[in-house]
């Protein structure tokens, strides 16, 4: 049986953030909501968090390994965060996006400005998600306990350059209630995707409203 062809591309769902201000646990909320996104999974040259698998939260690289990637083309988009490299793998993105699945990145700014000026551009959705204070960016990074002193300290003095960017984003959600961020962002997703697609049957629909405007008259 062959497959039905899609009513529209895929959408690019872009969340950036500074560090801790929630877009990994807003993203595992949208992937529960909609299990058919699909959640690009980086390639990073950073060393797995106890629990990380390789393949489920990012592809573990040696520098090598990453550089060749690059190289060879294989990125959509890549950049140096913190002390590390991460980067988008481009082909998952491109055969979901051509068969009407939407994509979800979890990206810094440069990624986020990079897919934005690709080709890519007119399928890309942006949000920046903001922390409702410095003290509580720095809290949940504490809270998160997955990062040493050192660490946590160079993230919150990258975050003022992250926060920088904000605006260029086609939306900002404010992270104070998690639920509530969930929801606001399950409205953009859902928007986004009825501005994008013709829903079946729409051209016959208003010609037949328009034949009974005229049997009216
Ligand atoms: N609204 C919220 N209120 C309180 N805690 C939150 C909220 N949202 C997320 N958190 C907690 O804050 C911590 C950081 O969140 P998360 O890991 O999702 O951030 P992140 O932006 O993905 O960070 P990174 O960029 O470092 O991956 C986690 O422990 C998470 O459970
Ligand atoms: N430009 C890209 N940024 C990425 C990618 N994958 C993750 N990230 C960003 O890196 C930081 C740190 O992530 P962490 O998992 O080490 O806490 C965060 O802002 C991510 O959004 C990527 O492929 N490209």
Redesign the pocket.
């Known amino acids: 049986m062959s497959e039905s062809k899609p009513n529209r591309r895929g959408i690019l769902i872009i969340l950036s ?12 909320r949208l992937m529960a909501w909609d299990p058919s996104l699909k959640f690009s999974v980086s390639a990073t040259t950073r060393a797995p968090r106890p629990g990380e698998e390789d393949g489920r939260e990012y592809y573990f690289k040696t520098h090598d390994e990453f550089q060749k990637m690059v190289e060879e083309g294989e990125m959509l988009e890549h950049a140096q965060v913190f002390d590390h490299f991460y980067g988008s793998p481009k082909a998952p993105v491109e055969d979901a996006i051509k068969a009407g699945r939407d994509v979800l990145f ?1 990206i ?1 700014w440069q990624g986020g400005q990079q897919i934005r000026n690709s080709t890519l551009a007119d399928d890309v959705v942006s949000i920046f ?1 903001l922390p ?1 204070s410095i003290a ?1 960016l720095e809290s ?2 504490r ?5 040493s002193d050192e660490v946590i300290a160079g ?1 919150m003095r990258k975050s003022r350059d992250e926060i920088s960017h904000w605006a260029e984003y086609d939306y900002v959600l404010v ?4 639920d509530k ?1 969930e929801l606001q962002m399950i409205s953009i997703v859902s928007a986004e995707r009825q501005r994008r697609s013709r829903q079946p049957g729409l051209v016959e629909l208003v010609r037949g409203l328009n034949t009974e405007f005229e049997e009216r008259t």
């Open positions: 953030s500074p560090s801790g201000a929630g877009k990994s646990t807003l993203a595992k979890d810094d998600v409702p509580e949940r990074l809270s998160r306990a997955q990062d993230r992270n104070t209630d998690v961020a």
